[in-house]
């Protein structure tokens, strides 16, 4: 079965410091990789998909980066914090197949002091 | 550009009713419309998808529908309990994009 890993789970960083999360995925291969993130009232916001290693799609401008260096791996960078990017992130992952079920991973609560 | 939007936001219902919670969306090119799962602190869990030639599907106590031409999804929970309190999310998912989702129902259900 597969699996979606994503850590840490609770962070909290200085303004200004850098960012680094990771999500992996177990059980599958060549999945879709996305980040979302959600702010209290706001709603999920999609942040980064991905469709292959290399390939990132950025949907919103922002002071966030997405990595991708292997099938499974997905990473969600930021060379300096803002107090904006305060929120609860999210991983999920789907088959490459456009019309199938995405599954979520625990989420990381990002706090920036 | 898609937009999902769920009603109510929030709804507090006593132990044993049966409800109904509402998704519409803007755009009626879909793949699918899945419904979501949140407790607090925690990441999302799925509960039902729905292909777009599909009309219901049914998980145990919840039953979704979908009416693609109008846009709109309903999950509905029978018998309510107590651990079905947490916020429930609908998303669609459509070509060129990933999962836009709603801003979620936050229901409570008291014994």
């Known amino acids: 079965s597969q699996t979606i890993h994503q850590w840490p789970a609770t962070l909290v960083q200085p303004v200004g410091s850098p960012l680094s999360l990771e999500c992996t995925v177990e059980?599958?291969?060549?999945?879709?990789l996305y980040w979302y993130r959600q702010a209290a009232g706001r709603g999920l916001q999609l942040l980064f998909y991905s469709v292959g290693i290399g390939q990132i799609s950025s949907e919103v401008p922002q002071n966030l980066s997405a990595s991708r260096p292997q099938d499974r791996q997905f990473i969600l960078s930021s060379k300096k914090l803002l107090l904006s990017d305060s929120g609860f992130y999210l991983c999920?992952?789907?088959?490459?197949?456009?019309?199938?079920?995405?599954?979520f991973g625990q989420g990381t609560r990002l706090t920036v002091v | 550009k898609q937009e999902v939007t769920q009603i109510p936001a929030a709804l507090s219902v006593p132990e044993g009713e049966n409800l109904v919670l509402n998704c519409s969306f803007t755009?009626?090119?879909?793949?699918?419309l899945q419904w979501f799962r949140q407790d607090p602190g925690k990441g999302l869990t799925s509960l039902l998808l729905?292909?777009?030639?599909?009309r219901e599907q049914t998980s145990g106590r919840l039953n979704a529908s979908l009416d693609k031409s109008s846009g709109r999804s309903t999950l509905y929970i029978a018998a309510s309990q107590p651990g079905d309190s947490a916020t429930y999310l609908c998303a669609v998912n459509q070509a060129g994009t990933a999962l836009i989702f709603g801003k979620g129902t936050t229901l409570s259900v008291s014994s």
């Open positions: 059980g599958t291969s060549n999945p879709n």
């Open positions: 755009d009626s090119a879909i793949y699918n």
């Open positions: 999920a992952w789907s088959h490459r197949q456009a019309n199938t079920e995405a599954f």
């Open positions: 729905i292909q777009s030639s599909q």
